[in-house]
């Protein structure tokens, strides 16, 4: 059997084999009234085609812990029992077929009230369904033309940590096994980390330790809630890429600080520490018009080394389209499993092209047996 399609025991979950599908926004949830934030149809026919498709883990998109937490008016939500209902629908297919459901609890801070990417992705104003303020660790804008945030006080920070639990607590009842926390993509909690976005002189900013305080408690506070037997993931931006774009000697390259490769592993042994069964290692989002460099698996490095420095196991992500490309990362340790994104909503059924272009089994919904 190919590596790629080796289970992968987690705690007390086992998850069929290692192609996952990466949280990607639909923006497609009712936007206002008692549906706003709630899975829908157009939900269900995602997710559940890329189980029948032969994938291992689907991580549900970046579902918002609270209204002001949406990037978007029409993201999925988790702060009430409506949203938490109507995804019972989508996680028992899911294992009905096999896939372990997955869910990422996310708030979008400074990115958030925004329109929908293919409607150009602006600020929206409280007239246009936004919202205002918008929060973050401190008043800098996320980009020319976004408003300026609300800088969050210490009680607002508990508040938000508190809605990460609750969140949490709501996506065991809607039936999700894993949880992850979005820590990168200038998220709210990658706008702590980051000394680009992250400019306070308390508690909460300057050192290594204060910029990480914020997501080392919303991971204690999940973790208390979460049961013991299911694993906890958390999502990291490997890099803001401003260091390595200096030390390419890039003549426009931006001054400021922004978070590194070398913070990111130390994270994940603080992580770790704390009940993290894994780290899905991304990179950049939180510094806008910084040049990043792309190519097939250009992001599997950073997991190989975390990975390697602290034995936590990790996800890869990032231009994974080949399984031959895949099947390697997994067998040469560089990651413990693949997470596809825009590859998957090319091709759902990219699990069983890789089963047979590697010589293996995954198994086939018996109205697809016939084949």
């Avoid at 289970?7 to 990607?24: Q, Y």
């Avoid at 996320?142 to 809605?163: K, R, S």
């Avoid at 508690?203 to 506070?221: D, H, I, P, W």
């Avoid at 047979?356 to 016939?370: C, F, I, K």
């Amino acid at each position: 059997m190919s590596a790629l399609f080796t289970p992968l025991s987690l705690r007390s979950l086992t998850v069929p084999n290692r192609i996952w599908m990466a949280p990607m926004c639909q923006y497609s949830a009712e936007v206002s009234g008692p549906a706003a934030g709630v899975p829908g149809d157009w939900h269900f026919s995602h997710y559940t085609s890329r189980a029948a498709g032969g994938t291992g883990l689907i991580l549900v998109e970046a579902t918002a812990v609270s209204p002001e937490g949406r990037i978007s008016p029409a993201d999925l939500g988790l702060w009430n029992d409506t949203q938490a209902g109507a995804f019972r629908r989508i996680t028992a297919f899911l294992k009905e077929h096999g896939t372990t459901p997955g869910i990422q609890l996310a708030h979008a801070g400074r990115k958030a009230s925004t329109d929908r990417p293919w409607r150009g992705g602006a600020p929206l104003g409280v007239g246009e369904q936004g919202w205002r303020p918008v929060l973050g660790p401190s008043p800098v804008p996320f980009d020319a033309g976004h408003p300026v945030p609300e800088e969050l006080t210490t009680a607002q920070i508990e508040e938000i940590v508190g809605q990460f639990a609750d969140a949490a607590r709501r996506a065991l009842a809607a039936g999700f096994e894993v949880a992850e926390i979005h820590g990168a993509h200038g998220y709210l909690i990658g706008e702590f980390l980051s000394p680009y976005s992250n400019h306070r002189t308390d508690e909460y900013g300057g050192s290594f330790e204060n910029r990480t305080r914020f997501a080392l408690q919303v991971v204690e506070a999940v973790r208390a809630v979460w049961p013991d037997e299911l694993p906890l993931f958390f999502r990291v931006s490997a890099t803001d890429w401003l260091t390595e774009t200096r030390r390419d000697r890039n003549a426009d390259a931006d001054e400021r600080d922004g978070w590194t490769v070398d913070e990111t592993v130390r994270l994940a042994a603080e992580l770790r520490a704390r009940g993290v069964d894994l780290l899905d290692v991304s990179s950049g989002g939180n510094a806008p018009r910084v040049p990043i460099p792309s190519g097939p698996g250009y992001q599997v490095p950073f997991a190989a080394r975390v990975r390697a420095e602290t034995g936590l196991p990790v996800a890869a992500v990032g231009l994974i389209t080949e399984p031959e490309q895949a099947e390697k990362i997994v067998a040469n340790d560089e990651a413990d499993a693949v997470l596809l994104g825009r590859e998957l909503l090319r091709d759902p059924y990219w699990a069983r092209r890789a089963a047979r272009e590697l010589g293996s089994d995954a198994p086939v919904p018996p109205p697809y047996s016939r084949a």
